[in-house]
């Protein structure tokens, strides 16, 4: 009995992996393929209820071919279709992706591009221009056709009999792969550059010239370099801290997606802070001051400059911890048991 119980799951995970295959990658896919799977699963209860024995592979297969194929049941499960439907969408999808992204693009970039260059005369302005321009004009034939003939194939009926050919016991094996654990390489390589930071940042107080170059010999540090230099240091250290916990603990799945994002949160408080002081600031030069009453101009520059870049990686760790804190709540949700979705089947 368990053996034949197992060999149903099995059966089952395997349709719901085929299905996942062709929905559409978004945030409910999880939820739909778990609806999926209980609603399988209760079927087969009630069979061997009604049987009073457990089903055994043909009779499972038999439930799973009346539920559809498993690009048939990804087109009722993902949105709706008009053009084409449900039964081709998916297919159809795939199709425009490979012919539009895998062929057309890649031929066009490092085939038809470097012949159009070696045909300009030098002249790179016009060969970009004319190969983006053919690139264009190709994608939107190819789309063209492609959507007339499956929008033709939909208004005939072909697929039909595809639909009641296929198969379930032939569906390939579920995919059971081990939790991705974090690169091992990618940690070393952080922990390295880290401390190459931190050594770098140690030294700048007594040699500026590593980074003010030449102008070093005007151009000193100012009253905010000073006041935020021990934050500047504490950033370092913790991403020195990060990247050696990984290495040490590369199973703790959890650690380098939570890191990450608490990581961003202190840049972003360091930097709010930096900003509101500088705002603050009675001095002309809060980064960068003149050794001498020369050169004003040149220090002025330089401290906008700073400024400027500044407000840009704060912007850019705003956007950094959004999607942090997408991925942390998308693998915190796929760890929550009690679901019905097999662990092997989960996205990755």
């Not at 349709?15 to 609806?35: G, N």
């Not at 004319?130 to 492609?146: E, K, P, R």
């Not at 001095?283 to 520059?301: C, E, K, N, T, Y």
Request: hydrophobic share 50%; with cysteine.
């Amino acid at each position: 009995m368990n053996d034949i119980s197992s060999r149903n799951i099995d059966l089952v995970d395997r349709y719901l992996q085929a299905v996942r295959f062709w929905l559409p990658k978004t945030h409910r896919q999880d939820d739909l393929i778990a609806e999926l799977g209980e609603d399988l699963r209760s079927q087969i209860d009630e069979k061997e209820t009604e049987l009073g024995h457990p089903l055994d592979k043909a009779e499972t297969a038999a439930i799973l071919r009346r539920c559809g194929s498993p690009m048939m049941v990804a087109g009722r499960l993902g949105p709706q279709r008009h053009l084409i439907g449900p039964a081709l969408f998916p297919i159809y999808e795939f199709v425009l992706k490979m012919v539009l992204l895998w062929i057309l693009v890649p031929v066009f970039i490092f085939i038809l591009g470097p012949v159009n260059a070696a045909n300009s005369g030098g002249n790179f302005g016009v060969a970009i221009a004319s190969t983006l321009g053919d690139l264009w004009f190709a994608l939107f034939i190819a789309a063209g056709i492609i959507t007339l003939v499956f929008a033709i194939i939909e208004r005939t009926n072909a697929h039909l009999g595809v639909e009641c050919k296929w198969d379930p016991l032939k569906l390939p094996p579920v995919r059971r792969e081990q939790p991705k654990q974090a690169s091992r390489l990618k940690a070393v390589c952080e922990l390295g550059f880290g401390w190459f930071g931190l050594i770098w940042l140690s030294l700048l107080p007594h040699y500026p010239v590593l980074i003010l170059g030449p102008a070093a010999a005007f151009l000193k540090a100012g009253p905010a370099l000073h006041t935020f230099y021990p934050l500047i240091l504490a950033l370092s250290v913790v991403g020195i801290l990060r990247s050696a916990m990984t290495l040490a603990r590369p199973e703790w799945i959890w650690f380098p997606l939570a890191s990450q994002l608490a990581n961003s949160v202190f840049v972003l408080v360091v930097l709010n802070y930096i900003i509101q002081a500088v705002s603050r600031s009675t001095s002309a030069f809060p980064f960068v001051m003149m050794q001498d009453g020369a050169h004003r101009q040149l220090a002025a520059i330089v401290n906008v400059s700073i400024l400027l870049s500044i407000a840009a990686t704060w912007l850019g760790v705003c956007i950094a911890a959004v999607v942090q804190s997408w991925q942390f709540m998308r693998y915190l949700r796929k760890r929550t048991p009690g679901g019905h979705l097999p662990e092997s089947l989960r996205a990755r």
